[in-house]
Structure formats: C-alpha cells, structure tokens
C-alpha cells in the first residue's frame, strides 16, 4: 500500500515567518500535487511537480520534488494570514491504472 | 472554461433516512469522476471513482452508492444514512486517473 506522510500535522506561525511543510513516501510517483484548502470548500491545485529534483515557485510558494520521486516539500516565504489553510499533498502513478494518492495533510495557522 | 457543481451545500438528515448527493461537471467530456469523504478537516478518503457512463469502481465497502447516469453528472447515495455517515462529501473530476484534480465546492452532511 502506497502512502504519503505529511508533516508536521498542525502549524500555527505569526505572520511574516517563514515555514517548510513536508511530504514523504517510501513510493515512487510520476508526479505530485499540492493543494489548498481553506474550511468550508474544496481543495483548490496549486502546483503539479514531475520530474525528479524539479523546482516551482508560485510566489512566496516554492515547492520541491526529491530527487527519488518520492517526497516533496513547500516552503513558504513570509506567510500571510491568507496563506492560513490545509495543505494536502497528493502522489500519482501514472499510467491508466490507479489514482491519487492523498496526504492526510497540514494545517496551517497563520496569525496576524 | 470547465465547472464542477455540487449540491447542496448542506444537509441534515434524521438517521436512518435515504440520502442523494449530486454532482455535475461542465465544459469537459468524458471526465473520470470521484467522490470523497474528509473528515474534521483532515485527509480525503476516496469513496468511488468512475471511467465512463454506468462505470463504478468502489474503494471502501460501506452504507454508500454511488450512480453515473449521464457523462458529466455522479451521484451518491445511500438507503438508510447513519451517523458514521456525517461529514463533508467533495466530487472531484480529471482528466487522467492519476493526474490533477478538480474540486467541487462540497456537501456538509450532519446525519443525527
């Protein structure tokens, strides 16, 4: 069975720190996703990373995928209050077969 | 531009009572389509998943159905709702099976 651990569970940070969330798997992926949630609403895709060592950035947003294939993380630079959310992380397999495979994701509190 | 409709947003039924969530999608065709419960804003268990028209794959056994009577329209549903049932139920739909999803804004069901 292929899982993502996600750590750490809960972060709560004042405004204007900077954090590193983390996504691991003893499982290789084609491809992994990060998504956003905020209470009350669906998770919303901010990023898809595929290629082993691969670099994004979506502003203060910078996501890494490992070397391995096998576990990402996401640093945010100065967080906002808008940032504030839960954060799941989510690993494909690719081919015809199979789905996504979710984190149980971070909780992200960021006061202002 | 592609959509996901969900309703309704939210629903409290008595226990024991019959159940019917709706899920729509637009400006796509032949989507796969899913359905997830997540609760106490924590990971997502996958509940089914669909290829096609009348296709029906089922990830855990429980108290739940789940129907695709047309290309872009899924439903779950359920005969007699228990309370184990309550949480927060998102349709999702993609392309490919294991690659990005998208999000539908979410039922909240409160079964007491």
């Known amino acids: 069975t292929q899982l993502l651990e996600q750590s750490p569970q809960f972060l709560s940070i004042q405004e204007g720190e900077n954090l590193t969330v983390y996504c691991n798997s003893s499982?290789?992926?084609?491809?992994l996703q990060w998504y956003r949630q905020e209470p009350g609403e669906g998770p919303v895709l901010l990023v898809t990373?595929?290629?082993?060592?691969e670099v994004k950035k979506l502003k203060r947003l910078t996501f890494q995928f490992g070397d391995a294939r096998k576990d990402s993380s996401l640093h945010i630079t100065a967080a906002q209050p808008g940032d504030t959310g839960l954060y799941l992380c989510?690993?494909?397999?690719?081919?015809?077969?199979?789905?996504?495979?979710f984190g149980k994701g971070t909780k992200l509190s960021v006061k202002p | 531009s592609q959509t996901i409709h969900q309703w309704p947003a939210t629903l409290v039924q008595p226990v024991g009572s019959p159940l019917s969530l709706e899920c729509t999608v637009e400006?796509?065709?032949?989507?796969?389509l899913y359905w997830y419960r997540q609760a106490a804003g924590r990971g997502l268990q996958l509940l089914f998943y669909?290829?096609?028209?009348?296709?029906i794959s089922s990830e855990v056994p429980q108290n739940l159905s789940a129907s695709r009577p047309q290309d872009r329209q899924f439903i779950l549903s359920s005969k007699k709702l228990l309370l184990s049932d309550s949480g927060f139920y998102l349709c999702?739909?993609?392309?490919?099976?294991?690659?990005?999803?998208?999000f539908g804004p979410g039922t909240r069901l409160t079964v007491l």
């Open positions: 999702a739909w993609s392309v490919r099976l294991a690659g990005e999803q998208f």
């Open positions: 400006g796509t065709s032949n989507p796969n």
């Open positions: 499982s290789v992926f084609s491809s």
């Open positions: 669909s290829v096609g028209i009348g296709q």
């Open positions: 990373v595929v290629t082993g060592g």
């Open positions: 989510a690993g494909g397999v690719g081919g015809s077969q199979g789905n996504l495979i």
